[in-house]
């Protein structure tokens, strides 16, 4: 069973600080990874992908992988009240097919 | 909502009848989806569709089918709706990994 993992939350943090949001997951062979925001009562909206290790920024936001821990990170910098949403980490699990996290709660405070 | 709809957006209907919801794109994605969101579960995929009149069966697709004659058009059948089939649908497309979702259908059975 391929399983990805997250803190339900919820993450709370000031106005103007970094988020860090974390996610692992089980399978090895997993070679990409997805995060999406979702605010209560919407659909789920892709924010980053990323296939290799590393860092990779766009705008506030950054996506880490770490295949040899099976570890991925989403930061959000000068985090805003309006980034208070659930966010969903998602590995491609083969056949097209992507495998989600529960999500962590992120709570921003003004 | 990456040129997705979803028909009903919301519904009720009572335990034992069938039940179709119906998702629509526009952008011609090879790859369509349709995923359940329950509290404490998160999204757990149904069945998915990789081209016309090819679908095969997601994580939870017990009570359920589908149908795609069309490029455009994925539906998703509930031959009998059980109590437990009460949740959020969502719809997703896809062409080269990343997954888009529609706005969703709210399904309750009484």
């Known amino acids: 069973q391929k399983e990805v993992e997250q803190n339900s939350g919820p993450l709370s943090v000031p106005e103007g600080a970094i988020a860090s949001l974390n996610c692992t997951y089980s399978?090895?062979?997993?070679?990409?990874f997805f995060w999406y925001r979702q605010y209560s009562g919407k659909s789920p909206e892709l924010i980053m992908f990323?296939?290799?290790?590393g860092d990779k920024e766009d705008g506030r936001f950054t996506a880490q992988l770490n295949k040899a821990s099976q570890y991925v990170s989403l930061l959000i910098r000068d985090s805003q009240p309006s980034d208070s949403a659930t966010y969903l980490c998602a590995a491609y699990s083969g056949y097209s097919t992507l495998t989600f996290g529960k999500g962590t709660m992120l709570l921003v405070s003004p | 909502d990456a040129g997705i709809t979803q028909s009903p957006r919301h519904k009720v209907t009572e335990t034992g009848t069938p039940v179709t919801l119906r998702c629509h794109q526009t952008?011609?994605?090879?790859?369509m989806y349709w995923y359940r969101q329950d509290p404490g579960h998160g999204l757990r995929l149904i069945h998915y569709s990789y081209g016309v009149k090819d679908t095969d069966k997601g994580e939870v697709s017990d009570g359920y089918s589908v149908s795609r004659s069309k490029t455009e058009d994925f539906l998703l059948t509930l031959e009998s709706a059980t109590s437990s089939q009460t949740s959020v649908y969502f719809c997703a497309i896809s062409d080269r990994g990343e997954q888009y979702f529609g706005p969703g259908t709210r399904l309750t059975v009484t």
């Open positions: 952008e011609n994605h090879r790859y």
């Open positions: 990323i296939y290799s290790n």
């Open positions: 399978d090895r062979g997993s070679q990409s």
